[in-house]
């Protein structure tokens, strides 16, 4: 019928059953998440070649730790039934090994079944320990002993002795083992909780390294292994770098109720942090996770058990992170803008991690790292180092964020790639913006700076490759700068060529201009008549390609010095002096001013009798000059109100000047 009329995964999985049942072979249905999937008996050859029965999946989905027992066919020996896991259909690889040494388990059935006429709990005792040596694998057998020592008050030594045999000899069920020990925890009280769960931990972790050569399911018992060490009652101790339990080593669930002693090590087992006050938690510091390393992972002991267990770290991936540190803006930029949304942090010099932040500025001498962060149990890993180092007028560089591509004459992949010359990417230097082939000698490029600006000058930085097509070659070819004021226009309408007026010439028909070398990326296109106030650039190049990497406008940044009046108090000739008044100096403008002197414009009534500081930085105000009145020897014989204009002398960017910084009128004194 399935034929004929289809079906899904419950008519398959019962037409495998039924069509494997009418030749003989033992086979059911059983659950899977979602899914329905076969067990079918088969002869398979193990790693000498004999064939040796068990049982396989058909229309397999979620393998055998994922495969419930039947719910309509009986239990194999009757085992599993009471399994801690629905999804227990794995007991049927144990129940068929045990089948296939007849004997072994006819005699274990026998001598159980003399126990019924013994009342002695000795004599008991013998019987069960002789119907586990008929077989050791006997799961009746190591369940009859469980009984008897849980009645016989056995010590939690001998319950852990007990519980390592069984752990040994069911190496290839770990789910039977994991039954099992937890059944002993349950009979055995709190005393012998910690023993016997450090002892079936040690089986589950053999248990997961099994090979194919010691078992022909060895793929199924490696892998339930690790799903019952990965459930929240299978591990000891859990740890994660990020979300709500960042940087808390926990003991796991089922150890958090009886106050349990325990310790770890992050350097390998060297040094032990001991908790045995009760606490099922500890919370990391940074310096303490700094130390962790997927080398010597997290080791976890229950104080009193031998047993070491380790909270596996691993390492975190490479990534591909096409950024550099561009020391002129003292900013992190990315090839074409391209910034990672999330998942990384950054460190500077010897401070915290933190999330990575790309409009933050670095000035001075500054060393930056990158990582991806860390998260659950996975390392972050340094993707790159960056250095910024500290320079003098970083403040004049037009950010580029604040530019834009107006036009351009061509470009060979469009505007994104034109975008290039203002990401503030260099990086390997072959990734950069060019023209398709022009019809003719004339190849351009239009860059908006967001408003007016008075530009001094623009470095034009090169492809890396001195054979790229577009690199000005100085001897043969001129480059023009034309500007143009703000337009009126609404943001990136075209400029009209006719608004353009030439402010420089460099090359064959202009400024001499030094030849190329590999050193070389750059050079500076100063123009020849001083700062150039305007809002559009136009850079032309008499070839029919043009190509560059970036272009960088430096704007001419003046400190804005500004000051109040000053006020003294009424005086009288021959009176003596009068205490000093504090000149206040507030630096509004964006670049730090550096102040070689200060003196008094007057007619010698007032002098500066206080030096203060030589600079002020963008934004800051500073008190420390100071001036006095009248000067000493001074007589005030006129009346009438007096003038003075302190006079700063400043040193700028690229030139120094001295300029009267506020004019005020003194009151008279008398």
């Known amino acids: 019928m399935v034929f004929e009329k289809g079906g899904v995964c419950g008519a398959l999985a019962k037409t495998f059953a039924n069509l494997n049942g009418m030749v003989g072979v033992p086979s059911f249905v059983v659950g ?8 079918t008996y088969e002869l398979r050859a193990n790693s000498s070649g004999k064939m040796v029965p068990t049982y396989r999946i058909q229309n397999d989905v979620s393998g055998w730790g994922r495969s419930k027992a039947p719910s309509a066919a009986h239990w194999q020996c009757g085992w599993g039934a009471s399994s801690t896991s629905s999804d227990s259909g794995n007991y049927i690889l144990y129940s068929q090994d045990a089948l296939s040494d007849w004997d072994g ?41 469980i009984d008897v020592m849980a009645k016989n008050g056995t010590s939690a030594t001998e319950w852990e002795v007990f519980a390592q045999g069984v752990a040994e000899d069911l190496v290839y069920y770990p789910l039977a083992m994991h039954d099992l020990i937890k059944e002993m925890e349950k009979r055995a009280g709190e005393e012998s909780k910690v023993r016997l769960e450090a002892v079936r931990l040690a089986g589950l972790q053999r248990s997961s390294t099994v090979t194919s050569s010691q078992t022909v399911n060895s793929d199924a018992c490696v892998r339930v292994a690790k799903q019952l060490m990965g459930e929240k009652d299978g591990s000891v101790a859990t740890f994660s770098f990020d979300g709500e339990d960042a940087l808390k080593i926990k003991l796991g669930e089922h150890l958090r109720g009886g106050g349990v002693p325990w310790k770890f090590s992050l350097d390998g087992g060297k040094t032990w942090t001991e908790l045995t006050d009760g606490s099922y938690e500890y919370q990391l510091t940074e310096e303490q996770a700094e130390l962790i390393t997927a080398e010597n992972n997290i080791m976890i002991q229950l104080i009193g ?10 390492e975190g991936a490479k990534a591909t992170l096409k950024c550099e540190a561009n020391d002129r803006a003292n900013r992190i930029y990315f090839f074409d803008g391209q910034v990672p949304k999330s998942g990384y942090q950054m460190k500077v010099d010897d401070g915290k991690w933190e999330p990575l932040d790309v409009t933050r500025t670095f000035e001075g001498d500054r060393v930056v790292k990158i990582r991806t962060a860390p998260s659950g149990a996975t390392m972050g890993r340094v ?11 970083e403040a004049s560089l037009v950010p580029y964020e604040e530019m834009r591509v107006n036009s351009y004459s061509s470009s060979r992949d469009g505007a994104a790639m034109a975008n290039r010359v203002i990401d503030g990417y260099y990086g390997p230097g072959n990734e950069f913006w060019i023209t398709a082939k022009e019809p003719t000698a004339n190849a351009w490029i239009v860059i908006d700076l967001g408003r007016e600006r008075s530009i001094s000058s623009i470095d034009y930085w090169r492809p890396k490759n001195l054979n790229t097509n577009g690199i000005p070659r100085w001897g043969r070819m001129t480059v023009t700068v034309s500007a143009a004021p703000d337009t009126g226009l609404p943001a990136g309408s075209a400029i009209d060529s006719s608004s353009f007026v030439e402010v420089g010439r460099y090359g064959s028909n202009g400024t001499s201009m030094a030849g190329w070398n590999d050193a070389d990326l750059s050079c500076a296109l100063q123009f020849p008549n001083g700062p150039i106030k305007a809002r559009y650039f136009k850079i032309h190049l008499t070839d029919i390609y043009f190509s560059a990497t970036l272009f960088d406008f430096w704007e001419v940044q003046e400190p804005g010095l500004e000051a109040p009046s000053i006020a003294f108090d009424r005086v009288e000739a021959g009176y003596g002096s009068i205490a000093a008044q504090t000149v206040e100096l507030s630096n509004t403008g964006k670049a730090k001013a550096t102040i070689e002197s200060v003196c008094l414009d007057s007619d010698d009534a007032f002098e500066i009798v206080e030096q203060g500081a030589q600079g002020i930085e963008a934004g800051a105000v500073d008190r420390s000059w100071k001036v006095a009145h009248p000067r000493r020897g001074f007589l005030r014989a006129r009346t009438g109100p007096r003038f003075a204009s302190p006079i700063v002398a400043l040193m700028i960017r690229r030139a120094a000047s001295s300029r009267s910084l506020w004019r005020s009128r003194l009151p008279q004194s008398r």
Not at 383 to 393: D, I, P, R, V
Request: charged residues 20%; aromatic residues 6%; proline residues 1%.
């Open 32 to 39: 899977q998440p979602g899914h329905a999937a076969t067990l």
């Open 105 to 145: 388990y006819v005699r274990s059935l026998e001598t159980r079944l003399l126990a019924s006429t013994f009342e002695n709990a000795e004599d008991r005792s013998v019987i069960a320990q002789a119907s586990r040596g008929a077989q050791e694998i006997n799961f009746d057998a190591i369940r009859m002993q």
């Open 305 to 314: 058990v031998n047993t070491v267990n380790c909270i596996d770290i691993l």
């Open 383 to 393: 993707q790159c180092e960056l250095s910024f180092t500290a320079n003098e007028g």
